[in-house]
Structures are given as structure tokens and as C-alpha cells.
């Protein structure tokens, strides 16, 4: 579904991807683990087409992304619901209108009642009914997070990115949140990939893991074989150590 | 001593060249978004809804402070002239002074400063808010390009309402004047009136407005580029907010100098 062949990118002067390469297949599951400033959340963006590298390729359902012009990465972004780090609601819009917006954007022939009604019932599902007229800063850490789920899933999109979907939550509704991405998963055969910074509740919810550090891969593979990785990095932060490379 | 006479000289080169260096990036920056801004107006492709929220967030909200600005603009040119005109009984000339100085220079600069303050850095912060909490990049995942759906609607409506604010601004620094003509220089409402039609033309109207609305067009640019290039969370926004206002005063006395020279 997505590939990524020796992916270099540069921002700002500072190499925060090396020689990246990471091959998705449809339907799979994926964890991005790493420190802070690994570059995880630039890797994501790059994959929608935000940010351009400098050397390598990028593939999306066979499409070669790096190249592309910004007016043609339409399609592919098509593809692609995404949450980001910081939710990224839009705050001149009510909740249920920023559900909406990926929706309205894809299919403008929509009427403003559907619309409604296919962002209040993608609300219900992520525990928000009765939101729906409140504004984004009307909102707490948690429940801005779903309502950034729901519009990241609202078009049932090929390929699921969430950057972050628990940070900041207790363990009962990151569970919550688990099962709800689960469930969107099973139902649409969707590809996920999930950046977490809480490893345990990641590593039950995803197949694979890639780990990140100063922009370079030092795992990739299925999740059980983390433990057995020998990276002193690695070893390091899977287990939480107070001494090593970190 | 040849080496250190050569490091000296690098050393004020260096001094010298990042700061200059800087203000050609935003300069370029501000030229960039300026193309990008006139590639979305021929043929106009941007959002209509966007534009009208502008126009009413920027404009309607904007008339009172315009309006106490305008008011008290008018009236302090009388004072300052009133112990000449009593002087040397040159009533007849308050009128004159007062449209002239208002329509071609006062109004349009001080309204301009105005708005900058007020419309300018409020655009700032919002697009640089919107910078940091990711709302740009989650526009251009949707293959929204901002600068069409966000920054040509504020520059329109910038544009558009400073100089129907000028406008209004003239009107109202005019009655103050009258007013405060008659209160405090002894000059009868009609002979301002005289005073003001027999001298003041269209064209020094016109004269103001253009420069309004050149104004409303730096103001704008200058806002959403410091906006759009916030780097590094609210502390960045503050920044940029403080350097949007600054380049706006800028842009506004120089332009101001060309245009006085350059219009009729
Ligand atoms: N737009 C940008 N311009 C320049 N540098 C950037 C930009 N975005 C991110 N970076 C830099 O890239 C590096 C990786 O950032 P990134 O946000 O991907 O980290 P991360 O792994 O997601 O960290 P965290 O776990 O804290 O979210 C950082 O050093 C950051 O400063
Ligand atoms: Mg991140």
C-alpha cells in the first residue's frame, strides 16, 4: 500500500530523516514508536504529502508521491485520514462542521443535513453525541481528540494515521479509544499506522512496530520480536530504562 | 596583524550581512506571497464564504474604534490650528486645511496605523495560532491550499474595508472638525462649509483613497506572511505578531512618501 525507498528529508538544514525505507502492506497494522523528536510525526506528514524529501521514493497504491505536483496529490491524500499530534480542529467551525469538512470537501453535492448526519452519527460512535454545536475550544484534551478521530475516519479512508491518539488520556478511555480504532479497523480492512508514546496499550493494538531515533529505523518488524531487538536504544526504551544510549 | 585587521572586517561583515540577510528573506517572503495571492485572483478562485466572514469580522466590527479615531483626528487638527486662525483671523482657511490635511494624509495614515493595530495583528495571531496547532497542515492534508482558502479572503476583505472605513473615517473627521471649529475656533458651520467645498476637491478624496487602499494591501500581506511563517509555538506567535505590526508601520510611511510623490 505504501512505500518508502531510502526516504531523506531535510528541514530547516537539519537532516531529520535518513535513508528511510519502510514497506506498508494493505490492511496491515503499524506502531511508530521512538524518544521525542525522532522525527515520527514528520514521517507521517511526509506520507500525506506535507512535507517533500529530498532523496528517495515514496509510493502510495502505486503512486510516486515525490514528484508529484501539490494539485496532484489530491488523489492520494484522498486516501488518507489523518489525526495529528495536536488535533489540528479547525476553530472557526462548530464540531460537527469540522467532522464534516473531509467529507464536504470530497463530495460537494452532500446537503448540509446529511452532512450532519453523518458527522453526528460518526460523533456517537466516538462517545460525543451532544457535541455537535459546541466549538473546538469548548472542548477538553480528551474529548478533542475523538472529535479528531471522528473526522479522521469520517470518509472511511484506505489508510488510517493517527499521530498520538491517547496522549493525555487515562487508561480507561485510551482503552476506549483502542477498541474504537480497533473496531474502525476490522470494519473497513483499513491500513493503520499509529504513533503512541504509550508503548503497552500501542503494542496490544498494533501488528508491527517501526522504531524511530534521530530520524533513523532501528527496528522494523512484527511486534512480538521487539523484545528480542538488540539495539541498545531499542532495549532501552521498550523497557523504560533510567541508563543507556537515551 | 594583517589576520586580525581580516577576521575584524569578516566579523562586521557577518554583523552587517544577518540582519540584511533576514530582511531580504521577509521581504522575499512578503513578494512570494504576494504573486501566490495575485495567481488565486485571475480568474478568482477562492472562497466566497470565507470572504464574506472576513469582511464582517474586519469591517462592521471595526467602526466604532474607527469612528472615536476619525472623530478626535478632525478635532485635533482645529485645536492645533485654532490660535492661528484667531490670530490672524484666517477663518476662512479651517475648512480648507482641515478636508485638505484629513483627505490626503491624516485619514488615510492614521486609519491605516489603526487597522494595522487593530485587524492587522489580530490576523497575525490567528493564522500563526493556526500555524502551530497543526490547522494549516490539516487543511493542506485535504488538499486545501491555504493560501487560497485562508489568505486571499483576508486580503480582499483588508483591502475592501480600510478603504470603505477611510471612507466613513473622512466623513466623521470632517464633522469633528466643523465641530470642534465652531466651538473652539469660532468659525461658523457655514463658513467651514465654504471654506471646505470651495477648496477641497475630488481629487484630494481620491488621492486618500488610493493610498487607503494600498494600505489595506500592505497591512494584509505583511500580516498573513508573519502569520503563516510562525515558527515555534506561542512564543513565535507573539513574535510574529509584534514584527506584523511593525513591517505594517513601515510598509505604511514609506509607501506613503512614494505615493505623495507619484499621485496627482
Ligand atoms: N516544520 C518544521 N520545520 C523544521 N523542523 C521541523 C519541522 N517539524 C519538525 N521539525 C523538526 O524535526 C524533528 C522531528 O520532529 P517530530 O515532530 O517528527 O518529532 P516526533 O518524533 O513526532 O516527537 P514527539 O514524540 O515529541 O511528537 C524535530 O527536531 C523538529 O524540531
Ligand atoms: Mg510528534
Known sequence: MIRCASLSLTLSHRPVLHELS????????????????????????????????????????????????????????????????????????????????????????LSREELAARA????????????????PSELSGGMKKRVGIARATICNAPVLIYDEPTA?????????????????????????????????A?????????????????????????EACEDPVVYQFIRGLGEGPL | MAGRVATSFGNLFAAVGAPVLALCAEVGGIL????????????PRFDLDETWRNLHKMGVKSVPIIVLTAFFTGGIMVIQAAVFVKKFGATSLVGWGAGYAVFREVGPMLLGLMFSGRVGSNNTAELGTMVVTEQIDGLRALSIDPVRYLLVPRVLSMIVMLFLLTILGDVVAILGAALFGTVLADVSLASFWVSFSQNVHVADVVHGLIKAAVFGFIVALTSCHFGITVKGGAVGVGRAVNNAVVAAALGIVLSDYLLTYALP
Not at chain 2, 32 to 43: E, G, K, M, N
Request: net charge positive; glycine share 8%; hydrophobic share 45%.
Open chain 1, 120 to 135: 453526528g452519527e460518526r460523533l456517537r460512535a466516538v462517545g460525543l453525541a451532544g457535541s455537535e454545536e459546541k466549538w
Open chain 1, 22 to 109: 519502510w514497506d506498508l502492506a494493505a490492511g496491515s497494522v503499524w506502531g511508530i514508536i521512538g524518544p521525542p523528536a525522532s522525527g515520527k510525526s514528520v514521517l507521517v506528514k511526509t506520507l500525506c504529502g506535507l512535507f517533500t524529501p529530498q532523496r528517495g521514493t515514496l509510493h502510495v497504491d502505486g503512486v510516486e508521491m515525490t514528484r508529484l505536483p501539490e494539485p496532484a496529490r489530491v488523489d492520494v491524500r484522498r486516501k488518507m485520514g489523518m489525526l495529528f499530534q495536536n488535533n489540528a480542529l479547525f476553530d472557526f467551525l462548530r464540531v460537527w462542521e469540522n467532522v464534516a469538512f473531509p467529507l464536504a470537501r470530497q463530495d460537494p453535492e
Open chain 2, 32 to 43: 512570494t506571497l504576494l504573486f501566490r495571492v495575485l495567481w488565486c485572483l485571475v480568474p
Open chain 1, 202 to 226: 500501542l503494542r496490544r493494538f498494533v501488528e508491527n512496530v517501526l522504531f524511530l531515533h534521530q530520524g533513523r529505523v532501528l527496528y522494523r518488524g512484527p511486534e512480538a520480536g521487539l
Open chain 1, 168 to 200: 493525555g488520556l487515562d487508561p480507561v478511555t485510551t482503552s476506549k479509544i483502542y477498541d474504537l480504532l480497533t473496531d474502525l479497523r476490522t470494519r473497513h480492512a483499513s491500513t493503520v499506522i499509529a504513533i503512541s508514546s504509550d508503548i503497552p
